[in-house]
């Protein structure tokens, strides 16, 4: 069956990412714009992540817990997790090597973890928006240990992308899948990166961002282990 995805959207617990983005504004905006699967996935945290797989599970929506997480090389990666109970132990692995900074609010921006009403229930101290001291190859096996799939983020980006960061795919990650943003030219990097699973997303920190049944994928059923099976068949 064939599923309306965008696998790359923020909350307000993510600094950058809009106050407006609480956990029923992302569900309904997600609903009228036709998606069926999206996954959250804020800087280095899943905080916000249960609350909208509740959220989403009232709407026929199926919300796949996350993370954005920048390892020491200084990328951004995307990984995505059965459940919630492995988000949040992969969301200490990196936190336990993030630096002892404060978040700075009137730099970075409020980091909210909301409820089911929207109401901000707590903020998060620690700066997230930073390097972890886990290296690519380190955190890439840890979340696959614990079956989770994890990919470069947008990597036609100028910014936090493994190709500008490193300079290529290094083979030692043994990577299946990349992401692009909206707006690459997917034919393009399809060539330029055959054998790769490829999935674009819209990196969403506003609403009017998110995805509008812009990309589709295949899997056998709307099902957590289904989809991440779609996207790495080895998962
Ligand atoms: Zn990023
Ligand atoms: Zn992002």
Known sequence: MKFAYDFHIHTAASPCGDEYMSPNNIINMSKLNGLQVIAITDHNTCANCEVIMEIGRQNDILV???MEIECMEEFHCIALFRDIETARYIENYVTA??????NRIEIFGHQYQMNEKDEVVGEIDRLLLTATARSAEELFKEVRRVGGIIYPAHIDRNSYSIITTLGCIPEELNLHT?????GAFLQAYEQKYRGFSIIQSSDAHYLQDISQR????EAKSLAISDILRSIEPIS
């Open 214 to 217: 812009e990309y589709f994928m």
């Open 64 to 66: 796949i817990p996350g």
């Open 178 to 182: 990349i992401e692009l943003s909206r």
């Open 97 to 102: 090597a993030l630096p002892v900074l404060k």
